[in-house]
């Protein structure tokens, strides 16, 4: 069974992005962007909701194309809607048991882009499995939470911190759903 894994820059604060998806004081360069860069390379399959793949349009993300050229996309919303979609990108509705599908098919763990609502959705469900926080030095305050708006507990296991340049951490935890 494939993993889900939330790989997700974060505030101290928790937060994911900032007022009006402001990610600017996110660590942007160096080695640990270049681990996660890499890390992204051994995943052959994305999840994200409606909002982050919109996201990707400010950064030229074309509609119905894919953000990442060697996955296969799997975008969450219940009302998104492509004209004549590359391939790779396959809209789902919110049903658990399109989570359930790809979580049994062969291929790699599942990267899970993003989050916010749709992290929320999931993490409600106990359906992420791992979380790997790339914790940057900034506070902000206000913005989209690491899981949207959950109010769940669940305890984590830390199993891998890696320090880098530039005072980003990426710290890895088992999600231990009771």
Same mark, same amino acid.
């Given at each position: 069974?494939?993993?889900?894994?939330?790989?997700?820059? /974060? +505030?101290? !604060?928790?937060?994911? +992005?900032?007022?009006?998806?402001? #990610? /600017?004081?996110?660590?942007? =360069?160096?080695?640990?962007?270049?681990?996660?860069?890499?890390?992204?390379?051994?995943?052959?399959?994305?999840?994200?909701?409606?909002? %982050?793949?919109?996201?990707?349009?400010?950064?030229? &993300?074309?509609?119905?194309?894919?953000?990442?050229?060697?996955?296969?996309?799997?975008?969450?919303?219940?009302?998104?809607?492509?004209?004549?979609?590359?391939?790779?990108?396959?809209?789902?509705?919110?049903?658990? +048991?399109? #989570? !359930?599908?790809?979580?049994?098919?062969?291929?790699? !763990? #599942?990267?899970?882009?993003?989050?916010?609502?749709?992290? /929320?959705?999931? $993490?409600?469900?106990?359906?992420? !499995?791992?979380?790997? &926080?790339? $914790?940057?030095?900034?506070?902000?305050?206000?913005?989209?939470?690491?899981?949207? /708006?959950?109010? +769940?507990?669940?305890?984590?296991? &830390?199993?891998? %911190? $890696?320090?880098?340049?530039?005072?980003?951490?990426?710290? =890895?935890?088992?999600?231990?759903?009771?």
């Amino acid at each position: 069974m494939r993993k889900i894994v939330y790989y997700v820059a /974060s +505030s101290l !604060d928790g937060f994911i +992005s900032g007022l009006n998806d402001d #990610i /600017s004081g996110f660590v942007a =360069t160096g080695n640990g962007v270049e681990k996660y860069l890499a890390d992204l390379a051994n995943f052959d399959t994305v999840i994200m909701g409606r909002n %982050t793949y919109e996201f990707g349009y400010k950064y030229g &993300l074309q509609p119905g194309q894919p953000a990442y050229p060697h996955m296969k996309h799997y975008i969450f919303s219940n009302n998104l809607k492509f004209k004549d979609p590359n391939p790779q990108v396959q809209v789902k509705g919110l049903d658990l +048991s399109e #989570i !359930d599908k790809l979580k049994a098919e062969e291929g790699t !763990d #599942i990267y899970l882009c993003g989050g916010g609502q749709f992290a /929320s959705w999931l $993490l409600e469900n106990k359906k992420i !499995d791992t979380l790997k &926080l790339k $914790l940057n030095p900034l506070i902000l305050g206000q913005g989209i939470r690491l899981f949207g /708006s959950s109010n +769940s507990k669940y305890k984590l296991e &830390l199993f891998e %911190t $890696l320090d880098y340049e530039n005072g980003l951490q990426i710290m =890895t935890f088992n999600i231990v759903y009771l």
